[in-house]
């Protein structure tokens, strides 16, 4: 059954504004963080039971945290004051249960917040509940439905994230990335996902799987958004969003596996290569040296083997509690050898230094988000081979919906730059969605 927005959402309700909108709103005195938190809290209850985008969320705890902040002079807190924010439910939280989607840890209550959820309440934000995520963040599914298709997933591992995201429940949340758990479900779901530079955003309290991989970003509605969030709990630079740079310098890169997107896919992107040189982009095909390509298979090795060692207590102590899917992940993880890890982390420093020295024509390069539509709902989550080679070099990265493939569903464009290039990138990301999206 295809899913619908709920009939009494409309434009005007706050569920509906970006956090951009409705940060502003509040700091000038039009919206109560409470009518907002409550417009969210509205939506989560006539939505969840079919989406089962939330692990946990407590609306009495979130409206008095609004409350408070709402007694507050606008703004005072920060970027983000008022703003309801979901978390992942790999990300520790000291007021709320974490589970990592694991029977492992059904009632677990850290004493803690992470790092970037602590940074989050720093900045005025709510966490308003635990978004689902996959096994470990792993990829065992997780119950959470798409929105756009209640028979479709919204990928993983940041499934609840994305869902939660574009069904209104809430402006902004949490993802991590390993290989693509915030671009691909972004993708799926037809929002905004955002992949810092790796580091680019504090990792304590996190349950790492990879600790020299994973990165913590952010699923929005707008790259404005995304870009709002990651400036209140980074401190980088937040763009000039209202000052129109330039037309970029694009890098067409198709990637070696381009004949493993479908037809849409591949027609969305030559099609938008051509709109933005329309528009006045330099569009340059980009092929990856050999060196990088290889990279698709060594990040398999580096993020098996840190994974393995990373859940060993886990994987030693509640063998029955591990599904069969991570069990033969961490299995084969166990496999590989310290020189082999070794080697493939030698190669990955290699191609991020030549890769540099490629990209200095460019301003970014225009690749596919994921391979299609979102899969069946309880199929596999998606394959991350458009995405795990730029998570491994640590580049930023950013999708952006601008298509639909054949069963009207949501279809992105991946926006990749530079290393620690973040600002410039994100403004870039902006240009090209003010074009395509």
């Known amino acids: 059954m295809r899913s619908t927005s709920a009939p009494d959402r409309t434009a005007t309700d706050p569920c509906s504004m970006s956090a951009a909108r409705a ?33 946990y969320y407590d609306a009495e705890s979130a409206l008095r945290q609004a409350r408070a902040l709402d007694r507050m002079a606008p703004g005072l ?40 959820v602590a940074a989050t309440r720093h900045a005025g934000g709510i966490a308003l509940g635990k978004t689902m995520a996959t096994e470990f963040a792993n990829n065992h599914p997780a119950p959470t439905r798409n929105p756009r298709d209640l028979q479709r997933s919204p990928g993983g591992s940041s499934s609840g994230s994305a869902a939660a995201v574009a069904d209104f429940m809430v402006p902004l949340a949490i993802g991590t990335q390993t290989g693509g758990s915030i671009i691909r479900p972004a993708a799926f779901c037809g929002v905004v996902g955002y992949k810092p530079t790796f580091g680019a955003i504090n990792r ?9 991989v994973d990165t913590i970003g952010v699923i929005a509605r707008s790259v404005e958004d995304a870009a709002l969030f990651v400036h209140a709990v980074s401190g980088r630079r937040l763009p000039d969003f209202d000052d129109q740079p330039p037309p970029p310098r694009i890098g067409f890169c198709r990637s070696p596996y381009w004949e493993h997107a479908d037809e849409a896919t591949r027609n969305l992107l030559e099609t938008s290569a051509s709109r933005l040189a329309r528009a006045g982009a330099k569009v340059r095909d980009f092929t990856l040296p050999p060196e990088v390509a290889g990279l698709y298979t060594e990040q398999d090795a580096i993020v098996y083997f840190e994974t393995a060692r990373a859940l060993a207590y886990e994987f030693h102590r509640f063998p029955g ?22 080697a493939a982390q030698h190669h990955a ?3 991020r230094i030549m890769l540099a020295a ?21 199929q596999p989550i998606g394959d991350s081979l458009f995405n795990k080679n730029w998570t491994l070099l640590g580049l930023p990265c950013v999708t952006i919906p601008c298509g639909t493939g054949p069963s009207r569903l949501p279809l992105g464009v991946q926006i990749v730059g530079p290393r620690h290039a973040d600002a410039r990138t994100l403004r870039y990301a902006h240009w090209v969605w003010q074009r395509l999206g």
């Open 358 to 378: 490629q990209m200095e024509g460019y301003d970014i390069l225009l690749t596919p988000s994921a391979h299609g539509e979102a899969p069946r709902w309880r």
């Open 204 to 212: 304590a309290g996190l349950k790492a799987v990879a600790e020299s």
């Open 23 to 55: 940060a502003r709103e509040i700091k000038e005195g039009r919206l109560t963080s409470e009518a907002l938190v409550q417009a969210c809290l509205r939506r989560i209850r006539e939505r969840e039971p079919q989406i089962g985008a939330w692990a």
């Open 321 to 342: 509690k591990i599904s069969a899917a991570l069990s033969g992940r961490l299995e084969q993880g166990w496999r590989y050898s310290c020189e082999d890890y070794d």
């Open 77 to 116: 807190r920060g970027p983000l004051h008022g703003i309801p924010v979901g978390v992942k439910d790999v990300l520790d939280t000291a007021d709320m249960p974490t589970t990592y989607n694991s029977p492992i840890y059904q009632g677990h209550r850290p004493a803690w917040d992470a790092a970037c």
């Open 349 to 351: 420093e290699a191609a």
